[in-house]
């Protein structure tokens, strides 16, 4: 039973498009974030949200919409795509304050 | 959140122990320590944290110095499954501090 999951794994779309990602676990945390990994490998962290309620929101593009319908779910919708929007794009969850993170497996998105 | 700083690489045999080292020396009371790793093409995996003293689980040893400006971790016997990027990470505990990875240091087991 996978513990953080992520829809669709790859994602190959053209410039414009518009795109969404999922994510859902089940571990019962309280707090979900969406971070990116870009082609250098550095992990910086987008969004986070706490019982639904946003409570970071990193320098992001307006373009890109996190949506947290409960607390078990933080969906990522994506405007415009744009070639620098490639990369791969990490679901995590943590029971906050200070438990560790448990992550997805990743979104492969390209662009093209 | 105190910044950290690692070794970008280091080699390590194969069933032998792996230290890893870290520097955070302007840690503050409140911050702890937490080490990460990602494995290729995976998401990142937790593997320990710590306030001052050592720490032990199923994964490894956490070691922090006295005056807690930087930390070991110590994987006891390497395997291949272990080579990694290992991320050395300094944050508040209790607040809802972002997690913030620096570059890592990758670690490659060799038989």
């Avoid at chain 1, 974030?33 to 987008?46: G, V």
């Avoid at chain 1, 949506?67 to 795509?81: F, G, R, V």
């Avoid at chain 1, 744009?82 to 679901?91: I, K, T, W």
């Avoid at chain 2, 710590?50 to 110590?74: C, F, H, P, Q, V």
Wanted: aromatic share 10%.
């Amino acid at each position: 039973d996978t513990a953080v999951s992520q829809t669709p794994k790859y994602l190959v779309t053209q410039m414009g498009n518009d795109k969404s990602i999922k994510c859902e676990q089940n571990l019962g945390h309280d707090t979900m974030y969406w971070y990116k990994q870009d082609s250098k490998k550095f992990l910086k962290i987008m969004f986070s949200y706490n019982n639904k309620e946003l409570i970071i929101n990193e320098t992001v593009p307006n373009r890109f919409s996190p949506k947290s319908p409960d607390k078990a779910h933080l969906n990522l919708h994506i405007n415009s795509l744009e070639l620098g929007d490639s990369a791969v794009y990490f679901c995590a969850s943590s029971q906050e304050p200070g438990g560790g993170y448990t992550f997805g497996s990743g979104t492969r998105l390209t662009v093209v | 959140d105190a910044k950290t700083t690692q070794p970008p690489s280091m080699d390590c045999a194969e069933g032998r122990a792996a230290n890893l080292p870290c520097n955070h020396s302007t840690i503050s009371g409140n911050e702890y320590v937490y080490w990460y790793r990602q494995i290729h093409s995976q998401g990142p995996q937790y593997i320990i944290h710590g306030l001052k003293n050592n720490e032990t689980n199923e994964m490894a040893s956490l070691i922090i110095t006295e005056d807690r400006k930087s930390s070991t971790l110590i994987l006891p016997h390497a395997t291949l499954r272990d080579t990694a990027v290992y991320y050395c990470i300094v944050r508040v505990a209790d607040s809802w501090g972002k997690l913030q990875f620096g570059a890592g240091t990758q670690v490659v087991v060799t038989p």
